[in-house]
């Protein structure tokens, strides 16, 4: 398996998939069970499954919260992002006229890709290049800045702005980490795995006994599926039903600090 297949697949398309091999897993139990129980009878009920789905339950929980503090931290990190380079435009104000308005010009240009760095989507290129052109700017804030410090009159503006385009810096560097952070792909197979194993054995249990209730069998398998579908949700911010429009609009709204 390619080593970022799951993560390159739609989620709805990976928990479709996983509800029908769940489906296809209960039959081909119900006919094992039925089929043994037609060689040896036997009147005691089967219910070793119980364990096995309370241990799903449990890993499928495990994963979701993974996912869930993982899609929190980002949420945050955007929103600190945003207030860092509020901090760092604010700052600017504090040098003569004829610099701040240099400043304010490469701020602008900064804020504007780091919008485009959200608005690209789940595009690799895009995501890379917003970040590398950011990068380009910030190097020239920073230069700006690390020059002025040498000029005694603008001493305390920039002992004030540094520490402001340090932390503005480094922050990007935080955002791009998390977005790359994903839940292990081995954690996901060996949930999908389970997930068919206990189906089959699930439906097997039934057989053995005689009977299988397919509504309850089938809203087992989709309520898995569904439980799969919210966790890969989460762990991909850029598309799906969960995203991170609603932080990122604190930094499309810094654009109000140059109107």
């Known amino acids: 398996m390619n080593k970022y297949s799951l993560i390159q697949t739609e989620a709805w398309v990976i928990a479709l998939l996983l509800f029908t091999l769940m489906v296809i897993s ?20 089967s219910t070793e499954t119980s364990a096995l789905i309370a241990l799903l ?12 503090d ?41 804020v504007e890709v780091r919008i485009s760095y959200y608005e690209t989507g789940p595009d690799l290129k895009g995501i890379l290049k917003a970040d590398s052109l950011s ?18 009159d603008n001493l305390a503006a920039t002992q004030q702005m540094i520490p402001a385009l340090n932390t503005m810096i480094d922050v990007t560097t935080s955002r791009l980490s998390g ?4 839940v292990p792909q081995s954690i ?25 209730d397919w509504l ?30 609603v932080p990122n609009q604190t930094i499309i709204d810094l654009r109000k600090n140059f109107e």
Request: charged residues 30%; aromatic residues 14%.
């Open 135 to 152: 990068q380009v700017i910030s190097a020239k804030l920073w230069k700006r800045a690390a020059n002025l410090s040498k000029d005694p």
């Open 216 to 245: 309850v069998q089938i809203g087992f398998c989709l309520l898995v599926s569904l439980v799969v579908l919210f966790t890969l949700d989460l762990d991909r911010p850029r598309r799906g039903f969960v995203n991170l429009d």
């Open 57 to 68: 339950f449990f890993l499928l929980a495990f994963t979701f919260g993974m996912s869930g």
């Open 70 to 110: 993982r899609y929190d931290s980002r949420r945050k990190i955007v929103v600190e992002e945003a207030n860092d380079i509020g901090t760092a435009i604010l700052r600017s104000d504090l040098y003569p006229d004829s610099i701040r308005t240099l400043f304010r010009k490469d701020f602008k240009e900064y």
């Open 179 to 182: 977005e790359k952070a994903k």
């Open 26 to 45: 209960s039959f081909i139990g119900k006919k094992t069970g039925s089929y043994i129980r037609s060689k040896k009878p036997s009147k005691e009920k």
């Open 188 to 212: 996901l197979v060996m949930l999908f795995f389970l997930s068919i194993i206990i189906a089959f054995y699930s439906g097997y249990s039934e057989g053995r006994n005689g009977k299988i």
